[in-house]
């Protein structure tokens, strides 16, 4: 090709140019005030912000979904009064778009603020890929809220991902536990798989069926749909041929919405048990399905009283009076958790001299991540070697009430299984 | 035969036809893909014999239920295109601002217990305030950010309906907030009625049969008025139609206005059917409408009517039809796939779409 | 803007002449409603967030001076060009200047008489006390009027006030917001550096510009603009110079420029770095487009395809992932630079594919055609049917960055370089192409196909030539956005980044290169 020869000279020119100039200013072992770190330190001076970043999908066809977290960022900082370690928290949050693109902007972008102590987000696994590294480069911990892709947290996962954590599960719990659940509690033999497409669902509906065929069962056809879709009948026509004893739809409110509503039409869908996946635990979920929603379940990790969550309740009520709305999508108290761990961690590490400067070690902040264990909204938060933070301790919700504004964990949704 | 078909694609003729054979090559492979895949689909999907009598006649319902709708916004994508050469992008998004007006009375009346005392009242009510707000905001567009571009040749206005479909959708979003409102499900739409021995909800019924009535008065509206036969002068010969005394600028906005009212019915009939509204709504649907309108011979009134109905029919039926017996997984992803080849095997098969004969013949 | 425009229409095509208060009223609204829109939509509250001067005003209340001085100022450019100085214009910009105060004022009291919020959700508390200033609502509303037709008067004076005056003041107010606005990236910007970051403390905050900061630029950017002014003044008057002279001035200008983008990613971190890369992405694609859309006339909205076709081809070849062709194939695993002119060529071959079926469709059609072409392949590469293939939802991961010698090419600033060098050569090829014989065919068939074909141009070479080559240039933007990313995922791949792309170029002005 006579356009690569003639560039083969140019590029050289140019890169060689440009990489000697552009050498990365190297984060060795340094030492600032009290604190030696093996990667950097943080200095914060004195009555300057503590400045926290963010990434989640804030426009387009999934608003919803990293809007929802980072509001939940914002409950989180107002609940510890806006301030950490003696500064007023700057919560610096970025649009990530959901795609890869996006992620590696707004990690950039975060990345290219050296005073970004530690990043919270962000909402999809297509972000997360290509800007978890990105940070961690340039020593910045990230704390996913919702990405569930396997690859993040997998125990041979790449170097560049060490400064990863989430506090959302893997798809791999959920799949194996959303398999034995429709295996051995509703007894069902014969499946049919639904994705939207996105990563998160493809994943989990892979994971699930493959899970569920080990058990014994037949997974009779993994369908799929676009996220945008309204009219579900055809589809649902088409799975009605196929008699499955339950239909298994891991996928998100909007499209989840219309299957619950439009399985009603279908004669031969009476008597096929619905069960959707954690994206559905949200008020939204009722307001877009009213009526049919009565008696839909969906997986999620036991967040009752009992097992854990207190604080969930008052996390609601102070989502509405925020916000003038209810939550919007499913993953807020995983987001709301996953900036505590931030908090938490930057409590341990952190630490002020006499004039009021305040001093991190990013490696060490890592490793308070790591370390730091509480009782989240979400449930027990404690990260294991690979950064998988939330344990999952599984449950079935079943919602009683087409009202959105009784949307109560525990009661709307209640937790009918173990 | 590749003389007849060579010309009709508007290939050079006879000349270049020795040295571009393979372009005809091509489109005959192309041809005959298509024609294996839907043969060879059908055939395999009959044999298998998965779909009962019952259920082809629920696809069919299911695809003109949604037929209707595509084929009421459709009808706001041709008409403007006749009389201004405009694809106004925005059309979707209006349908959205209609499907959101009616949302705040329908769930009123809903909470009022009106909805189900008297649903023809309830329904002609949230029709009527759905249309007076797509048809405010459709005027409005047209007045604010079209008509500065009325002249301009090539492909500006084209962009500045773009920005305004996403101006639309972030005011609504910034008004409504970006989580998802649903209609109210009164009994009496779910109810089921006989048609011809199967069962069939009734508010399809209802969607189907209102949405033809619509269009019918739309038609008599743009034949028999003054003002519709100003709109086909001005589609004929703009400058012709302003030199006999016709004001271009009424007939625009009355233009935008029809369209409008259209976009507002389907609107709302879009979001009694399918119940979610959210800012994002418009999008894809204004994308699939004016594909069918183009698929019907956009510029024509009767064509984007049955492009729509049309497109609704393949997307319900055509993957289980054609795709379900050659063993592809997952047909109904492919649903998108199916629509945009028949809407490109109209194109080039038939330039000018279903009924586009009549245009196609004034703009060459 | 909008209403900006709306308004001088409103004010000035009315059939009988309006009265002059008349005029102002509707200014007066339509100046409101624009503030009444952005409260209620939540750009208001949400700007209100952002500090320009610490302590003493957010951009919020920037914009709600700048409704009330635009009021006054419309009032003026109403009268026409004879508009002077006379105490009925003071009245009337009062007048309006209050109501448009007294809509954000109704607002307000509906606010707090209604629960507004359970159907407009962006009514905030926050909003409230924006909008009353802390002060109650009779204070609030009370500081609404009284401020708006203040402003409104000082903007009608400002107006009516010398043009040049009128112009260094603006700047400087400009200066003050852009460095207040964008003090997030300029302050990363100035980490770096003793004598920077002494400068950086004395006009920043962690928040954002100091009273005394925004005091000192205020005052050097109005210094500077009066400055050039002078200068220019001075140019003007030995008009005297010969052309030539000014054409090198020109040139040197532009070489300055071009230098200054070249070198500035490099000063200003790799965020800047990654932006200007995307930026260099569509700049590449939108030269690829405009040799379809701006020289051949063919309107294609599908342009995403060939930008996917470069990006999976380049990652099915070098990626160290299951998916990649060398995984269950006998193809080796390429390098980047193997890879790049591969994809180029699919591209090409791709584009050309496309181009055949399209050719006997015209215009608007062809518009919708192409749209669909580009759908259909996104649709099959997000299909589970063509998962085996081109793995679907899940993306293909790991594609390595390219080498140079033992440098890895991981920074964005070097992609960016990267970018610049292939934007260059195809700029370069872009500009011969439009100049050779197929460029002038390309024009011919723009204007007129049925004349250039009777020139004896053949139609169906020229047109493939024409989507086989933009087909190319997205080819190779698609191949560095793969190696940019290290993953990529069908979802990168939607209709919208076409429309972006044919926006760029017909803001950039078609058939324009440079554009």
């Not at chain 1, 140019?17 to 340094?30: G, H, S």
């Not at chain 2, 739409?189 to 209802?206: E, M, N, T």
């Amino acid at each position: 090709m006579f356009r690569y020869r003639s560039l083969r000279p140019w590029t050289y020119g140019a890169l060689a140019v440009a990489a000697l100039a552009a050498a990365p200013i190297a984060d060795a072992k340094e030492t600032k005030g009290p604190v030696t770190d093996d990667i950097g330190v943080i200095v914060i001076p004195k009555g300057a912000p503590i400045q926290i970043g963010g990434y989640w999908v804030l426009s387009g066809a999934d608003t919803a979904l990293g809007t929802d977290q980072k509001r939940a960022v914002e409950i989180a900082i107002k609940d510890i009064g806006g301030k950490l370690v003696g500064h007023p928290i700057k919560f610096n949050a970025e649009d990530s778009l959901c795609n890869a693109e996006g992620g590696q902007t707004a990690a950039t972008k975060l990345a290219a603020n050296p005073n970004t102590v530690i990043v919270i987000g962000p909402s999809c696994s297509s972000e997360a890929t290509p800007g978890a590294p990105i940070l961690w480069k340039a020593g910045i911990t990230s704390i996913g809220t919702s990405p569930t892709a396997p690859a993040l947290t997998a125990p041979d996962r790449k170097p560049e991902y060490n400064g990863f954590v989430r506090t959302a599960y893997s798809d791999i719990d959920q799949g194996a536990n959303d398999a034995k659940y429709v295996y051995e509690v509703l007894k069902a033999k014969k499946i049919v798989t639904v994705h939207d497409g996105s990563p998160y669902a493809q994943q989990l509906a892979t994971v699930m069926a493959a899970n569920f065929k080990k058990l014994g069962g037949t997974v009779l056809s993994a369908e799929a749909v676009a996220p945008t879709d309204v009219d579900m009948h055809p589809l649902l026509t088409r799975v009605a041929t196929e008699k499955p004893d339950v239909l298994y739809f891991p996928i998100f409110v909007a499209a989840a919405g219309q299957i619950i509503r439009q399985a009603a039409d279908i004669p031969g869908l009476k008597g096929v048990r619905l069960l959707g996946s954690s994206a559905l635990m949200a008020p939204d979920l009722i307001e877009a399905a009213r009526d049919a929603v009565v008696g839909f379940r969906f997986t999620y990790p036991d967040v009752s009283p009992e097992a854990q969550g207190k604080g969930y309740p008052k996390f609601v009520e102070e989502y509405k009076k925020m916000f003038g709305e209810g939550p919007i999508a499913g993953y807020h108290a995983n987001a709301y958790d996953g900036a505590q761990l931030a908090f938490k961690a930057i409590e341990k590490v952190a630490k002020t001299d006499k004039s009021g400067n305040t001093y991190i070690g990013k490696k060490a902040l890592r490793d308070a991540v790591f370390a730091t264990k509480f009782d989240g909204i979400s449930g027990p938060i404690a990260c294991d070697k690979y950064g998988e933070c939330a344990q999952f301790k599984p449950a079935v919700y079943e919602y009683t009430n087409a009202d959105p504004k009784t949307f109560k964990i525990g009661v709307n949704p209640k937790k009918i299984w173990p | 035969m590749t003389d007849v078909v060579a010309s009709r694609i508007g290939l050079p003729k006879l000349s270049s036809l020795a040295r571009f054979t393979f372009v005809d090559v091509i489109l005959w492979a192309l041809r005959l893909a298509v024609v294996i895949v839907v043969v060879g689909g059908t055939i395999g999907t009959l044999l298998k014999g998965r779909y009962a009598a019952a259920q082809w006649f629920d696809l069919v319902m299911f695809g003109l239920t949604i037929g209707s709708v595509y084929a009421l916004i459709a009808l706001g994508y041709t008409m403007v295109y006749g009389v201004l050469r405009l694809i106004n992008f925005a059309h979707g998004d209006i349908t959205m601002t209609g499907a959101f007006a009616g949302y705040f009375l329908a769930s009123s009346f809903d909470r009022s217990g009106l909805l189900d005392r008297s649903p023809i009242l309830a329904m002609a009510g949230i029709l009527a305030l759905a249309i007076v707000t797509s048809t405010t905001i459709a005027v409005l567009t047209e007045r604010i950010a079209y008509r500065p571009f009325r002249h301009v040749r090539g492909f500006a206005p084209l962009i500045c309906a773009i920005g305004v479909s996403f101006f639309l959708e972030q005011t609504f979003r910034g008004l409504f907030g970006p989580s998802i409102r649903s209609y109210p499900d009164p009994k009496w739409q779910r109810a089921a009625i006989d048609v011809l021995g199967f069962s069939v909800p009734r508010v399809d019924i209802i969607v189907i049969a209102l949405a033809v009535v619509a269009m019918l008065v739309l038609y008599v509206i743009i034949q028999r008025t003054k003002m519709g036969t100003a709109m086909r002068a001005v589609s004929e010969d703009t400058d012709a139609a302003a030199m006999m005394g016709v004001d271009v600028n009424k007939v625009v906005v009355f233009t935008f206005a029809l369209g409008g009212a259209m976009a507002g019915i389907a609107g709302v009939f879009y979001a009694f059917v399918f119940k979610q509204v959210y800012f994002f709504m418009g999008f894809t649907p204004g994308i699939k409408a004016f594909g069918a309108a183009v698929l019907g011979g956009i510029g024509s009134v009767p064509g984007a009517m049955i492009g729509g109905f049309f497109l609704g029919l393949v997307e319900s039926v055509g993957p289980a039809l054609f795709l379900d017996g050659i063993g592809i997984p997952a047909p109904y992803q492919l649903r998108d796939l199916i629509a945009f080849t028949l809407l490109i095997m109209v194109l080039i098969f038939r330039p000018h779409g279903i009924l586009g004969e009549r245009m196609a013949k004034k703009r060459a | 803007m909008m209403a900006g425009a709306a308004a001088r229409r409103v004010a000035g095509s009315r059939r009988a002449p309006p009265s002059p208060l008349q005029r102002a009223a509707v200014t007066g609204l339509v100046f409101g409603i624009l503030g009444l829109y952005l409260a209620i939509v939540g750009i208001l509250a949400m700007i209100h967030g952002r500090a320009i001067i610490v302590g003493v005003l957010t951009l919020g209340q920037a914009t709600l001076v700048a409704i009330g001085l635009g009021t006054g100022a419309m009032i003026v450019r109403g009268d026409g060009e004879h508009g002077a100085w006379s105490w009925s214009t003071l009245l009337r910009s009062l007048f309006a200047g209050a109501i448009a105060g007294g809509v954000l004022a109704l607002l307000v009291v509906a606010m707090d008489a209604l629960d507004l919020r359970a159907i407009f959700i962006a009514l905030s508390p926050a909003l409230f006390e924006m909008l009353t200033f802390d002060l109650g609502l009779a204070g609030g509303v009370l500081v609404l009027i009284g401020g708006s037709a203040a402003l409104a008067a000082l903007g009608a004076l400002l107006t009516l006030g010398p043009r040049a005056f009128r112009r260094h003041v603006l700047i400087g107010c400009i200066a003050v917001i852009f460095f207040g606005v964008f003090q997030e990236l300029i302050q990363i910007m100035m980490q770096y550096g003793d004598i920077i970051g002494a400068v950086r403390e004395t006009i920043y905050t962690w928040e954002g510009l100091t009273p005394e900061g925004a005091i000192l630029i205020f005052v050097i950017a109005t210094a500077i603009s009066l400055l050039a002014a002078r200068l220019r003044g001075g140019e003007r008057s030995d008009a005297e110079t010969p052309p030539a002279q000014r054409r090198n001035a020109r040139i040197a200008k532009a070489a300055v420029a071009v230098l200054l983008l070249v070198l500035f990613p490099l000063l200003a971190g790799s965020y800047i770095g990654q932006v200007m890369m995307l930026v260099g992405l569509y700049i590449l694609m939108g030269m690829g487009l405009n040799l379809e859309v701006g020289l051949a006339g063919l309107l294609d909205l599908g342009f995403v395809a060939f930008f996917a076709v470069g990006a999976y081809t380049t990652a099915l070849l070098t990626a160290d992932s299951p998916h990649a062709l060398a995984a269950f194939t006998a193809i080796p695993s390429l390098s980047y630079w193997e890879a790049m002119p591969i994809a180029v060529l699919v591209s090409v071959i791709v584009g050309v594919l496309f181009g055949i079926p399209v050719l006997g469709v015209r215009g608007d059609y062809l518009a919708v055609a192409t749209m669909g072409l580009g759908e259909i392949v996104r649709v099959i590469v997000q299909s589970d049917a063509a998962a085996p293939l081109l793995a679907g939802a899940q993306g293909i991961l790991q594609i390595p960055k390219p080498w140079l010698g033992n440098i890895e090419l991981s920074d964005p600033v070097d992609l960016f370089y990267l970018t610049l060098a292939c934007a260059a050569v195809a700029a370069y090829c872009a500009w011969r192409l439009e100049n050779s014989r197929l460029g002038r065919a390309w024009m011919a068939v723009r204007d007129d196909e049925d004349v250039a074909q009777a020139l004896g141009i053949n139609l169906v070479k020229v047109k493939l030539l024409a989507y086989g080559l933009g087909a190319a240039f997205a080819g190779l933007a698609g191949s560095i956005f793969a190696v940019m990313l290290t993953s990529i995922y069908p979802s990168s791949f939607q209709l919208l980044v076409s429309i972006n792309v044919l926006a760029l170029i017909i803001v950039g002005g078609m058939a324009a290169c440079p554009a």
